[in-house]
């Protein structure tokens, strides 16, 4: 049955035809979003209508009768099933929605018509099987319609045919197409656990909204949501079993035979692993190219994960050094003309990924040591303990395989049923903050005033004050629309046009005054909400205002200079950071503030004073040359065609602006950028880095600042520089050479005030060897001084032997030194020692009466220790111990 009863396709061609075909239909193409998801709530994008939330829910309508797309998506919920023949992490979704604009019974014969359509799909409807949800007669009633006998056709319950993207929200039946693979394969039915029956497309009929009480009512129209598998149906169309047998994946695997020296299909564990690299390793390319970078939290941990279990299996596999980036390259080379983000980061990639490799080659030699050192204490044949396992998994990264290898190695098992309840328990953790679903985002007013409300046109690149804007809504601080507000209330306000700047790509928002005919509101902030709408967050100060007003917006024109000064410095930085710290260089954040300029950006190391001060020499340079500022606005594509810098994860529309310093072919800088910027970049006058510091463990951050910020800073400098040449009663000029002389003085003063000590323990010294008590064949001196360190100790015994004229003598002395703490030293000459004296045997006995411990050789031993209250007691200890 298996046989080639159907034609063969290229994943580029099914991808092709499915977006083509429902196009066709009247959807509209969407691109991919990105990994990141929009919704904060969700971790990862993890299904094609994650980026159609809002449609579903009713708060936004489409022109179209619905959508189609191709999307990059991500699910790591199972991540240690991946290396069997069938789970992948990263893959494409193929999908077509609705929003009431057509129905259940189209998208049914739209999708058997694409299946079996010969100039679609065209595969054979004996071997298709359709699975509806067990009360939906409806969809079994469309499926027969088709032509689909009813034989085909079984009925499942909610864990197989009931789709919700999580607990509460769009949730709906669903049906499932599959394809029979043939008798070769294990399985008797669809749905059942073996791979004979092949789901390849989920049609869900997304039509209730899962309240949190468990409530289900229906949503304000019928949905249709669908999603299928491209490596899924790319392996069927290829005639291949398994996803990894498809073109692009089967590529990968290629990679990963010739880095290892070894044939797929020939081991079973090396198989494994190298379906592990081929997923992982475009999984890692992908989210990098979103912006993602590994951490430890959140998505970079799901990328550090998928990265560290990457590697491992290289080792696993023999594979020695760094290799990762011969993936990602393949992957690029594969993918990267439907999804160009992948070459346009290349360098990104390519640096994170080599960082990332040496780091984790370091983890897996420490791991490695820890674990060595524990095997140590281990009692000959037992196990290691669980959690000990656990802990190199979790805290290091220490993959459990290579524990139990190594353990095995040393004649050890491991406890795997506490490993495996550790890892259960942080599965189930992992899986509880997975299902913070896709819908957690709370409808807000704004999502329903972006869908009546036009956007809100900005006016202020060129000036600071717009007439007669309109009322067109108003929020109160409770997130309710209202139409009046009066004095002394504060209210969000949105106009039709304005020239305040809603805080947005880092530069905050503008403050100033909307000023009516007889009323006045204080802005204390603008921001941006769904749909391009500006909101003035005000204060009215007097009069009232009413839905319908109109109002002059006028912003405070100072701080908009200083901020545009600052907006402007971050394009130069981030263009003088490329060109010192090369292409890996990328914004992953700022702030753009009247007083100053934060920046990240992607780069492995600290930045060293040479690199700070050539880059600080680059913008200035860009500053001093008085270059005007050019902004063009022109379409997205000519825009990246020209080379315009563009940031990660930013949505750009149709039309855009760049902006450059200076209207050459080749500026110094050119962005797409939506920000206020300085006319001419002599405005910003002076820039002056304030500090270079780490955020996170592949991104730095500097904050700098322009115009009268690096006039304070630099003013603030030299008044600290005066305090302290006043202090040192100097000029300016002369503080490093008075600080330089000051510190010999004091390294001076400090050795004149220990020889003076010392001179003084001598002064004592003199007198008591007098004194020296005389034992069996030597004589010693036992003394108490205060001052000496154990350092300065060794100079009193010289003097002691000396003054004693030498031949056989002894010493035990204490001292309490200026910090508070004791040193001991026992000494003797040789012919001391050979009368018997031992310096080591009696300062370890001693030590331990001024809290302390230390040892030495017969002629020679010091201790330190911390209790002087035992000084005396010590010195009484050593004049019984050695008369004895
Ligand atoms: N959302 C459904 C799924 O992910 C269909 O696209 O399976």
């Not at 290898?405 to 550790?422: K, L, N, P, Q, S």
Request: glycine letters at 10%.
């Amino acid at each position: 049955m298996s046989g080639d009863d159907y034609k063969t396709m290229t994943t580029a061609d099914i991808r092709d035809d499915f977006l083509r075909f429902f196009a066709n239909k009247g959807c509209a193409l969407y691109p991919s979003s990105p990994l990141i998801p929009e919704d904060p709530s969700l971790l990862l994008t993890n299904a094609g209508m994650n980026q159609f939330k809002e449609y579903y829910q009713g708060l936004k309508t489409m022109r179209e009768i619905g959508a189609c797309s191709c999307q990059k998506c991500l699910r790591t919920n199972d991540i240690e099933n991946i290396g069997d023949s069938s789970h992948l992490s990263f893959f494409e979704m193929l999908g077509n929605f609705s929003f009431g604009g057509y129905t259940k019974a189209d998208a049914i014969a739209w999708a058997f018509e694409f299946i079996t359509d010969a100039r679609h799909l065209g595969l054979p409807k004996d071997r298709l099987y359709m699975t509806v949800f067990e009360d939906d007669d409806e969809a079994a009633e469309l499926w027969e319609a088709q032509g689909v006998s009813p034989d085909h056709i079984s009925r499942l319950g909610v864990e197989d045919n009931f789709w919700a993207a999580g607990p509460t929200g769009p949730c709906g039946p669903c049906s499932e197409i599959y394809f029979d693979q043939g008798p070769e394969f294990a399985g008797v039915k669809p749905g059942d656990d073996g791979d004979r029956y092949l789901e390849f497309w989920n049609l869900v009929f997304t039509q209730y909204d899962r309240q949190e009480d468990g409530s289900m009512p229906e949503l304000p129209h019928r949905n249709i949501d669908t999603g299928m598998g491209l490596e899924r149906i790319a392996a069927i169309m290829q005639h291949k079993g398994s996803n990894y047998d498809g073109d692009v994946l089967r590529d990968l695997i290629g990679v990963g035979e010739a880095l290892a020296k070894l044939r797929y299909h020939q081991n079973v564990a090396t198989d494994r692993s190298l379906r592990i690299l081929a997923d992982h390793s475009r999984a890692v390319t992908f989210m990098i190219a979103d912006g993602i970078l590994p951490s430890n939290e959140g998505r970079g941990y799901v990328l550090r994960r998928l990265l560290r279990r990457a590697v491992y299996h290289g080792r696993l596999m023999g594979i020695r050094g760094s290799f990762l980036a011969r993936y990602s390259h393949e992957v690029i080379r594969l993918m990267a003309d439907v999804y160009p983000e992948l070459t346009d980061n290349q360098p990104l990639i390519d640096g994170i990924i080599l960082a990332e490799e040496e780091r984790f080659g370091a983890t897996l030699d420490a791991g490695e040591a820890s674990l060595g050192s524990e095997l140590t204490r281990l009692a000959a044949g037992a196990d290691l303990p669980g959690e000990l396992a656990f802990k190199l998994h979790d805290t290091y990264g220490f993959p459990i395989d290579l524990t139990r290898e190594i353990c095995e190695g040393a004649g050890h098992g491991v406890d795997m049923e506490t490993f495996d309840r550790e890892m259960a328990a942080q599965r189930e953790r992992a899986r509880a903050s997975a299902n913070r679903d896709a819908w957690g985002k709370a409808a807000s007013v704004w999502v329903g005033l972006s869908d009546k409300l036009p956007e809100t046109l900005f006016e202020g690149y060129d000036s600071d004050i717009c007439r007669s804007a309109k009322v067109l809504a108003m929020v109160d601080t409770d997130g309710r629309e209202i139409t009046h507000v009066a004095a002394g209330e504060r209210v969000e306000v949105i106009l039709d046009r304005t020239s305040f700047y809603g805080e947005m790509g880092g530069q905050v928002g503008d403050t100033g005054k909307l000023v009516g005919e007889a009323t006045e509101l204080v802005v204390t902030d603008t921001k941006h909400h769904e749909g391009g709408l500006v909101s003035h967050i005000a204060n009215v100060v007097s009069g009232e205002l009413e839905a319908g007003d109109t109002v002059d917006t006028v912003v405070d024109h100072d701080r908009r200079e200083l901020i545009r000064r600052n907006h402007t410095a971050t394009h130069l930085l981030d263009a003088a950071l490329k060109e010192v710290l090369g292409d890996h260089v990328s914004q992953a954040g700022s702030l753009v503030a009247p007083d100053r300029l934060r920046f990240d950006f992607t780069h492995f190391e600290a930045m060293t004073p040479d690199e700070l001060g050539r880059v600080e020499d680059m913008v200035n340079a860009e500053i001093f040359a008085a270059e005007p500022m050019v902004t063009r606005v022109m379409g997205i594509e000519e825009a990246k065609a020209s080379g315009a810098v563009a940031l990660f994860g930013e949505k750009y529309g149709d039309v855009v602006r760049v902006v450059s310093t200076g209207k050459g072919e080749k500026p110094f800088s050119r962005e797409l950028c939506g920000g206020t910027h300085a006319r001419n970049t002599a405005e910003l006058g002076l820039f002056k880095i304030v500090s270079e510091g780490s955020v996170g463990s592949n991104a730095r951050r500097l904050e700098a600042v322009t115009s009268v910020g690096a006039i304070e800073y630099v003013d603030e400098r030299l008044q600290q520089l005066d305090r302290v040449a006043a202090v040192l009663k100097s000029r300016p000029i002369d503080v490093l050479a008075r600080v330089e002389s000051l510190e010999r003085e004091l390294r001076d003063a400090k050795r004149q005030l220990s020889e003076a000590t010392l001179g003084a323990s001598a002064g004592q010294l003199s007198s008591l060897a007098e004194a020296a008590v005389q034992l069996e064949g030597y004589r010693c001196v036992f003394l108490r001084l205060e001052g000496p360190t154990g350092k300065e100790l060794r100079g009193v015994w010289d003097s002691i032997r000396d003054s004693m004229g030498g031949g056989a003598v002894a010493c035990v002395v204490a001292s309490t030194t200026p910090d508070g703490r004791v040193a001991l030293l026992a000494a003797g000459t040789a012919a001391a020692v050979d009368a018997g004296f031992h310096a080591g045997n009696i300062i370890k006995k001693l030590a331990g009466t001024v809290g302390g411990r230390g040892g030495g050789k017969a002629g020679m031993a010091q201790a330190g220790g911390s209790d002087p209250t035992g000084i005396d007691r010590a010195l009484a200890q050593a004049k019984s111990l050695l008369a004895a």
